[in-house]
């Protein structure tokens, strides 16, 4: 257990995937590069590939990120986010915002 003083130093925010791209030596990572309403698109390296026969159709998809983490190198790439994602043996889910929710929301 984690007391809530612990659980409100994670921030969660909205980001709008700008772009998709397969990561070349790797089955399981995707390079996303996304909005968070911010003065530049944060990249981040994703383990979701397996999930996205199309990476193209995550652009424009709104979504939930961990954005206070520290940035973590990837495959040569640096990762600024965490997208936040559901799995069971048999099914998986982004965690999806609607479109009127703007980029950069706090999840609160």
């Not at 809530?4 to 399981?28: N, P, R, T, Y």
């Not at 790439?77 to 703007?102: K, Y």
Request: aromatic letters at 6%; hydrophobic letters at 40%; one cysteine or more.
């Amino acid at each position: 257990m984690i007391s809530i003083e612990e659980f409100k130093k994670g921030e969660i925010s909205v980001g709008q995937i700008l772009s998709a791209e397969v990561i070349e030596g790797s089955d399981k990572l995707l390079k996303l590069s996304v909005d968070f309403g911010e003065e530049r698109p944060r990249s981040v390296v994703s383990g979701i590939r397996k999930y996205f026969e199309d990476p193209q159709r995550l652009v424009g998809v709104k979504c939930a990120f961990a954005t206070n983490l520290e940035p973590r190198p990837l495959m040569g790439l640096v990762s600024e986010a965490m997208i936040l994602a559901v799995s069971t043996d048999d099914a998986f889910s982004l965690l999806r915002v609607t479109e009127d929710i703007p980029v950069g929301t706090k999840v609160r």
